[in-house]
């Protein structure tokens, strides 16, 4: 948001005095004529006012990153402006806002009609772009550096016991680099949507830095329990690459050491919820709660393996089959696990408060993997991290399914003779009917009408919830390219 922007002339610029400066040499000389001189008066010089144009411009600017729209356009920013003013007047101190202030110097060259020997004091003066200003180099850290900065004493945390024990000090050195390879790489949206979700649920005046930390520590538990699930997946899936890395399983003296390592960094998260929660009068609750997601995760994965055998049969797919995998896979952990983890630290446990959030978000976790799977096929490997691997691993996809649903007899005996396998030629032939089919497109009209069907359901189900939590993480999701 554009608060203000103020720009200072050059010393020897327009001089915006010449009508005064003209009347007083005037009545000077008028009394001068007269002789009524009573007191001696300053003498009227030459102005240094050569006209110079070069201009400092200093813009005051305050940012709502919450509110970020995913994409320019108009309806985008409308939409995302509408909830903002609607938050600023209900609650404007649980707002997120950046104040920054961006500087623009002129060049050397800008300057006219005077020297600039001895008055540079700029080793290389900027081609009037902008500077980094003093207060955006002594901005407050983002929410996303505390974040990483927790990573490490939890790091401390977990191999304290092998530092104690010499027995295990090993072993406990090798789970450390586990943890490293594997932890802190993602893009982190489900560990900083506990913060974010808190922050939304709990007023500012509430928010001690002790429930904001914690608040941290419990996101990690949540990116400790991603990168179980994507270890263990990826030698499922025989995957080659994750967040543009050879997958673990990959590494060079790993191989199947990489299982036992899936179970180390499972019970890495219940340490950390035993050292730093068990005090708490919700650490059941958090407990039960990773619990219960995990087998959700398990279900899911299940689903997935079963209807992606060795045997292609597109006739076992199905979009119920996918919705279900979609459901029980992805939406529980990724998106109603960090939003209810924060519920139950700003004491919201009542069952009608849960049940209303998890619609909402099983609703946008179902928009979420379809967009992966769009991804999948369509994304750029050097931005999404990863080498889509769908088609040859016979994956109950949306692509698939809605190809399945349009494809001609032609194109239905293509798909079933080539997808499936590990072969380029026949990657290249599935993605030909992609193209016949039109997905792309289908892709871009579902992307749009499922996302108002979410705002819809965020509208109805959102009820003593703040709503613009939910909002604020299905734009953070909308139109995203990774």
Same mark, same amino acid.
């Given at each position: 948001?554009?608060?203000?922007? /103020?720009?200072?002339?050059?010393?020897?610029?327009?001089?915006? !005095?010449?009508?005064?400066? /003209?009347? @007083?040499?005037?009545?000077?000389?008028?009394? %001068?004529?007269?002789?009524?001189?009573?007191?001696?008066?300053?003498?009227?010089?030459?102005?240094?006012?050569?006209?110079?144009?070069?201009?400092?411009?200093?813009?005051?600017?305050?940012?709502?990153? *919450?509110? +970020?729209?995913?994409?320019?356009?108009?309806?985008?920013?409308?939409?995302? =402006?509408?909830? #903002?003013?609607?938050?600023?007047?209900?609650?404007?101190?649980?707002?997120?806002?950046?104040?920054?202030?961006?500087?623009?110097?002129?060049?050397?060259?800008?300057?006219?009609?005077?020297?600039?020997?001895?008055?540079?004091?700029?080793?290389?003066?900027?081609?009037?772009?902008?500077?980094?200003?003093?207060?955006?180099?002594?901005?407050?850290?983002?929410?996303?550096?505390?974040?990483?900065?927790?990573?490490?004493?939890?790091?401390?945390?977990?191999?304290?016991?092998?530092?104690?024990?010499? *027995?295990?000090?090993?072993?406990?050195?090798?789970?450390?680099?586990?943890?490293?390879?594997?932890?802190?790489?993602?893009?982190?949206?489900?560990? #900083?949507?506990?913060?974010?979700?808190?922050?939304?649920?709990?007023?500012?005046?509430?928010?001690?830095?002790?429930?904001?930390?914690?608040?941290?520590?419990?996101?990690?538990?949540? *990116?400790?329990?991603?990168?179980?699930?994507?270890?263990?997946?990826?030698?499922?899936?025989?995957?080659?690459?994750?967040?543009?890395?050879?997958?673990?399983?990959? +590494?060079?003296?790993?191989?199947? %050491?990489?299982?036992?390592?899936?179970?180390?960094?499972?019970?890495?998260?219940?340490?950390?919820?035993?050292?730093?929660?068990?005090?708490?009068?919700? @650490?059941?609750?958090?407990?039960?709660?990773?619990?219960?997601?995990? %087998?959700?995760?398990?279900?899911?994965?299940?689903?997935?393996?079963?209807?992606?055998?060795?045997?292609?049969?597109?006739?076992?797919?199905?979009?119920? /089959?996918?919705?279900?995998?979609? +459901?029980?896979?992805?939406?529980?952990?990724?998106?109603?696990?960090?939003?209810?983890?924060?519920? @139950?630290?700003? !004491?919201?446990?009542?069952? $009608?408060?849960?049940?209303?959030?998890?619609?909402?978000?099983?609703?946008?976790?179902?928009?979420?993997?379809?967009?992966?799977?769009?991804?999948?096929?369509?994304?750029?490997?050097?931005?999404? !991290?990863?080498?889509?691997?769908?088609?040859?691993?016979?994956?109950?996809?949306?692509?698939?399914?809605?190809?399945?649903?349009?494809? =001609?007899? *032609?194109?239905?005996?293509?798909?079933?003779?080539? @997808? !499936?396998?590990?072969?380029?030629?026949?990657?290249?032939?599935?993605?030909?009917?992609?193209?016949?089919?039109?997905?792309?497109?289908?892709?871009?009209?579902?992307?749009?009408?499922?996302?108002?069907?979410?705002?819809? $359901?965020?509208?109805?189900?959102?009820?003593? #919830?703040?709503?613009?939590?939910?909002?604020?993480?299905?734009?953070?999701?909308? /139109?995203?390219?990774?």
């Amino acid at each position: 948001m554009f608060v203000a922007t /103020k720009q200072l002339a050059c010393h020897h610029g327009k001089d915006r !005095g010449i009508a005064t400066k /003209k009347k @007083y040499a005037e009545n000077r000389r008028l009394e %001068m004529q007269s002789g009524h001189t009573q007191k001696k008066k300053r003498e009227v010089k030459d102005t240094k006012k050569v006209g110079c144009p070069a201009e400092i411009c200093i813009t005051h600017i305050v940012k709502f990153p *919450e509110y +970020k729209v995913t994409a320019n356009t108009k309806p985008i920013r409308r939409r995302a =402006s509408i909830e #903002l003013r609607k938050q600023l007047e209900k609650s404007p101190k649980n707002v997120t806002h950046e104040v920054w202030y961006y500087l623009r110097l002129p060049h050397i060259s800008c300057h006219q009609g005077h020297s600039m020997e001895g008055k540079c004091k700029f080793s290389k003066m900027s081609d009037c772009n902008d500077v980094e200003s003093p207060a955006k180099r002594r901005r407050p850290p983002s929410e996303l550096e505390l974040f990483d900065d927790v990573f490490t004493q939890l790091l401390e945390d977990l191999g304290e016991e092998g530092r104690k024990n010499s *027995e295990i000090s090993d072993v406990v050195a090798r789970f450390k680099k586990v943890c490293e390879y594997n932890v802190p790489h993602g893009k982190k949206n489900r560990g #900083l949507s506990i913060v974010t979700s808190y922050r939304y649920l709990v007023p500012e005046f509430e928010q001690s830095q002790e429930n904001l930390h914690k608040a941290r520590i419990l996101g990690w538990c949540v *990116e400790w329990l991603q990168a179980f699930f994507l270890v263990a997946d990826d030698i499922m899936d025989q995957s080659h690459t994750r967040r543009g890395q050879p997958c673990w399983y990959r +590494k060079k003296d790993v191989g199947n %050491m990489a299982i036992n390592d899936a179970f180390y960094l499972e019970t890495c998260i219940y340490k950390l919820l035993r050292l730093y929660f068990r005090d708490d009068t919700y @650490y059941i609750h958090l407990l039960e709660l990773f619990h219960e997601t995990t %087998m959700q995760t398990v279900i899911g994965q299940g689903l997935d393996l079963m209807t992606s055998p060795d045997e292609v049969d597109l006739g076992q797919f199905s979009m119920e /089959k996918y919705n279900a995998i979609v +459901k029980w896979k992805t939406a529980f952990y990724s998106f109603y696990l960090p939003v209810a983890s924060a519920m @139950y630290m700003a !004491g919201v446990s009542d069952p $009608e408060s849960h049940s209303n959030a998890k619609v909402i978000l099983l609703k946008m976790g179902h928009f979420f993997q379809v967009q992966d799977d769009y991804l999948d096929c369509y994304g750029d490997p050097a931005v999404t !991290g990863k080498v889509g691997t769908d088609i040859e691993e016979n994956k109950c996809g949306w692509l698939i399914n809605q190809s399945i649903q349009r494809a =001609s007899k *032609e194109q239905r005996k293509c798909l079933q003779e080539n @997808y !499936g396998c590990n072969d380029s030629k026949k990657v290249a032939a599935v993605k030909e009917i992609y193209k016949e089919l039109n997905l792309e497109d289908v892709y871009k009209q579902y992307e749009e009408s499922s996302y108002q069907e979410l705002m819809t $359901e965020i509208e109805k189900y959102s009820k003593n #919830l703040p709503k613009a939590m939910f909002i604020a993480f299905a734009n953070k999701i909308y /139109k995203r390219n990774k």
